[in-house]
């Protein structure tokens, strides 16, 4: 393959032709006058052909000069932005996401992890949040806990959403064997939710639960580690509680299929997204 003109040259070559002023290129291109001056005659050497008319003051293009320089201009157009399009999809590879905390701790956190066993150039940022999300524009994706009558505008459900009752094997044994030891028992409030027991009264039929008294918390997770804990029994989303009880912390004393009011939300920034972003959520779906 024939070589090509050193590429400091056709820069230098450029710039010169459009100040025609050896030393104005060398201010923008930060070299001497001399070293720019030794590119174009380097240059010239190569091609067997004068780009410019020196005069004492002033330079002017001669024709092969006039002739060549609007393909190299083109040229290192191109190369720029090829460069800088490499540059860029390199800075996009990140993803960052906003989830509420206890999603984030019990699942978010895992699907990341495998996501990045398949993808560990991809650099993951999770902003974990409470009732309310990060700024506009921080997150790439956003996942939220929203009322399923009215989920956000363009938004995508994670799952259909259950309600269930958990406690801990020890709490199940010696406080609540049936649904009428509820009355008796130690109930874990999450603040902002009371509908999750008041779901689980109708479901069972009872009437007799402490609703103002026992534990109050206003996070999922410490909520769910008061139960684990054999201090009372929680009424959460099965999302959230499955892993507790995968893990034998809790149990599902009873065999309740109660549909939430609430559910997960995945939402994004549309067309705006970028390739790693479109790849993490594709992948976030699937999961």
């Known amino acids: 393959m024939k070589h090509l003109p050193n590429l400091g040259f056709l820069r230098s070559f450029e710039a010169s032709a459009r100040h025609l002023s050896f030393t104005a290129a060398a201010d923008e291109l930060n070299l001497t006058q ?31 000069g006039e002739a060549y320089l609007p393909t190299v201009r083109q ?21 960052v996401i906003s989830s509420p905390i206890s999603l984030a701790e019990i699942w978010l956190v895992g699907q990341i992890r495998t996501f990045r066993e398949v993808h ?14 990060v700024e506009d524009n921080v997150a790439d994706l956003r996942i939220t806990l929203e009322e399923t009558a009215t989920p956000p505008a363009h938004a995508i459900p994670l799952w259909d959403e259950r309600v269930t009752l958990a406690c801990s094997p020890s709490y199940h044994k010696t406080h609540l064997k049936t649904p009428d030891d509820l009355g008796q028992a130690t109930l874990v409030h999450v603040l902002g939710r009371p509908v999750y027991w008041q779901l689980v009264e109708e479901a069972l039929g009872c009437s007799n639960l402490q609703m103002q008294g026992g534990l109050k918390t206003s996070n999922s997770n410490v909520a769910l580690e008061f139960a684990a804990q054999n201090m009372g029994c929680v009424a959460l989303l099965k999302s959230v509680v499955t892993p507790y009880v ?3 912390r809790l149990v599902e004393p009873f065999d309740l299929e109660i549909a939430s009011p609430w559910g997960y939300y995945l939402s994004d920034g549309g067309d705006t997204l970028s390739p790693s972003a479109r790849l993490f959520k594709a992948w976030l779906i699937e999961k």
């Open 34 to 64: 001399s070293a720019v001056s030794h590119h174009i005659r380097a240059l010239e050497d190569y091609l067997g052909r004068p780009l410019f008319v020196r005069y004492p003051r002033s330079l002017s293009l001669t024709g092969v």
């Open 75 to 95: 040229a290192l157009q191109q190369v720029d932005a090829a460069t800088e399009s490499i540059m860029a999809e390199q800075h996009e590879k990140k993803v």
């Open 120 to 133: 560990p150039d991809i650099d993951i940022t999770l902003h974990g949040t409470v009732w309310t999300d």
């Open 246 to 248: 995968t893990q034998g």
